[in-house]
């Protein structure tokens, strides 16, 4: 665990120059700030890379799913999506299977670069959440899919602009690394029907509670579909179906209602900071909060909150810079402290992933 404290505490150093100056209402130059931002995650880069049998998904590739696809037993892409096959061989030719993992997070480094760069207001507290919502850690061992969240934060600034065709593109891209990432394709026809008033927080609020009292049903149209889907059948009625996350649900909770809170008080004052961004973030934290409290019905549940939460990673920024009262900013900035260490603590406690001992190719 030492080695993850080490990087985060580097990496957050690196980066600190920019939340320094912007304290003392001073700026860096762009160029400079977003150098810092490249270096500072240049150091989990590393961390990854000389990584040895950490993650479950390291073993499980190195020992079947690697070999499975350079024999050439997987060419219908039924157990590995194409675009990871791709990093699957150029790894290969390099002469190593560490060549895979090291390709692996540089792509998820990449897109997680240039979405802060883009769309964060704040690149240090971006930089922290990219470590405590559990982004970084969990990202050892669901590589695949974590290359697919990264290009689908990444997307979001298509939701932004209201192109569809780039966005399009983003979310084939990140559904050919992980076939799940199709579940956040929906999100750019949500947002147009979306809240823009108290009404819709309203609305949101309530139908909380209203899909847990449906969920039999909601579980019947779950299965019904994953029929489908030969990859996603092998989950229903395994170990990973009905299973529910209480510290995910808690998490998820607790960043909905606090974006509510800071909304509807930055609304009541009639102006709100960067509306189109906050309420597009909103929006799918609060898919992320409606999948979690429903991940006792769906097959592998956890997998599909993962790729709607880590959006956090720009929306608590957003959060924070809203023209609210210093009294509500400090008991919101403290519950987001309290509940992104819980969820670390969690994560570490359980050993998720099976991402400790750390281990090295040196040891």
Request: with cysteine.
């Amino acid at each position: 665990m030492g080695v993850y404290a080490l990087t985060a505490l580097l990496s957050l150093l690196i980066i600190s120059p920019v939340k320094v100056l912007s304290y003392c209402n001073k700026k860096l130059n762009k160029p400079i700030e977003n150098v810092l931002l490249l270096t500072s995650l240049f150091v989990p880069l590393l961390t990854a890379s000389f990584r040895y049998n950490v993650g479950t998904d390291f073993k499980v590739y190195s020992s079947y799913q690697i070999p499975y696809v350079l024999n050439g037993f997987d060419k219908q892409f039924k157990l590995i999506e194409p675009l990871y096959q791709l990093v699957i061989k150029l790894g290969n030719f390099f002469g190593s299977y560490q060549w895979i993992f090291v390709f692996t997070h540089l792509i998820i480094i990449l897109f997680i670069f240039f979405a802060i760069k883009k769309l964060s207001v704040d690149y240090f507290l971006s930089v922290l959440l990219f470590y405590v919502t559990g982004f970084y850690f969990l990202s050892l061992n669901g590589m695949r899919q974590f290359i697919a969240i990264s290009v689908l934060i990444f997307s979001i600034n298509y939701i932004y602009e209201k192109n569809f065709f780039k966005f399009f593109i983003c979310s084939i891209i990140a559904v050919a690394f992980h076939k799940s990432a199709v579940v956040f394709l929906p999100i750019y026809f949500f947002n147009k029907v979306s809240f823009r008033n108290k009404k819709g927080i309203f609305f949101m609020i309530i139908s909380l509670p209203i899909f847990i009292i449906f969920s039999n049903v909601l579980r019947q149209i779950i299965v019904y579909f994953a029929s489908f889907i030969d990859r996603y059948t092998i989950y229903i009625g395994s170990q990973r179906d009905g299973i529910a996350n209480n510290w995910l649900i808690l998490l998820n909770v607790v960043i909905l209602l606090i974006s509510v809170t800071i909304y509807l008080c930055a609304f009541s004052k009639g102006e709100i900071v960067k509306k189109n961004q906050f309420e597009t973030l909103v929006l799918i934290q609060y898919i992320a909060t409606v999948t979690s409290l429903l991940t006792f019905i769906i097959p592998n549940g956890n997998r599909i909150v993962f790729n709607f939460m880590f959006s956090q990673i720009l929306l608590i920024p957003i959060l924070l810079k809203q023209n609210i009262s210093k009294k509500t900013r400090i008991i919101c900035f403290i519950l987001v402290c309290c509940v992104y260490y819980l969820y670390c603590r969690f994560i570490f406690m359980y050993n998720a992933g099976e991402i400790l001992p750390y281990s090295s190719w040196f040891s």
